[in-house]
């Protein structure tokens, strides 16, 4: 990782945490109003869906399919999430599927931390955030996203990952200022709720995927590695925290595979599919869920 690819990252932390305490102590002097409100809201599913749809089920493990516009749309609003260029994030992603939690994972909490309470807290820095600093998007492209670097399009929208960056920003100041009719207070207000504490909010739920849902949750399935589902996570991840489901079957379109195990991005593509905008969805079968559950499970089943 170059210098300067880690002080951006640095930089991605510390600002939206920075956000976040300026916007604490506003708050000690005034409630959100219902515009601020909104914009967050907005600006929170636009985001959060383009990481969980898009970059994840969509892009890296091809779970459905869908227009190449919509493609395109979706790869660009994980892009404003600010956790890096999609390729990249593809990148890291595949490799993490490849070595989980295994050396060459790039943010397992589990491989080459040590052992006892301090290899355990290394080991959730490092997953959650330390990774940042030293591994991501590391992975080679060329072996863990060739069909993304062969589309031109794709590429294109890597390549402008700084002016994404920065319309995650612009987007928010000027929602704010058109809908208080023209408040420059109102715009920077905005700016903070629905750019800098979003973002930091999006980061922090997606980095627990990788930490918590990998170290304190529950299994039911036989895999190979550390993975487990947090229930209090599933509504704010938009259904990423069913993550040892996710694991035991990484194309399956749906994380949440029971009634009760609440999964928004999967609702989402069912909602796609039904209005003709997502095909070929990956299921998975009652038969081939119960085929893969720990021997302990199955004797409840």
């Not at 030293?134 to 670097?149: I, K, M, P, V, W």
């Amino acid at each position: 990782m170059t210098r300067l690819e880690r002080n951006v990252n640095v930089a991605a932390v510390i600002v939206p945490f920075a956000g976040l305490l300026f916007a604490a102590v506003i708050l000690w002097h005034r409630f959100l109003d219902m515009r601020d409100i909104a914009i967050f809201l907005a600006m929170y599913l636009i985001t959060a869906i383009g990481v969980t749809v898009g970059f994840h089920r969509l892009l890296t493990h091809r779970a459905f399919q869908t227009h190449a516009w919509l493609r395109y749309a979706l790869a660009t609003m994980g892009s404003m999430s600010l956790q890096g260029p999609v390729i990249d994030w593809v990148a890291d992603h595949r490799k993490h599927h490849t070595f989980t939690d295994e050396e060459g994972d790039p943010h397992s909490p589990h491989a080459g931390h040590g052992a006892g309470l301090r290899g355990m807290l290394h080991g959730l820095w490092h997953a959650h955030v330390g990774w940042l600093f030293e591994t991501h998007g590391q992975a080679s492209s060329s072996r863990f996203a060739a069909d993304l670097l062969e589309d031109p399009k794709m590429r294109a929208i890597s390549r402008a990952f700084p002016w994404i960056a920065l319309s995650t920003l612009l987007l928010p100041f000027l929602a704010g200022l058109a809908l208080s009719g023209g408040s420059l207070m109102a715009g920077l207000s905005a700016l903070l709720w629905g750019g800098l504490v979003r973002i930091f909010l999006v980061h922090h739920i997606t980095w627990s995927i990788n930490s918590i849902c990998h170290f304190f949750g529950r299994r039911r399935f036989d895999t190979d590695d550390h993975s487990t589902n947090v229930f209090w996570l599933a509504l704010p991840s938009l259904g990423e925290a069913w993550h040892h489901n996710h694991h035991a079957f990484p194309r399956s379109a749906f994380h949440g595979l029971r009634w009760y195990e609440l999964d928004p991005s999967g609702w989402l593509i069912l909602a796609m599919a039904k209005f003709g905008l997502a095909w070929e969805v990956v299921r998975v079968s009652p038969e081939r869920e119960h085929s893969r559950l720990a021997t302990a499970q199955r004797g409840r089943a």
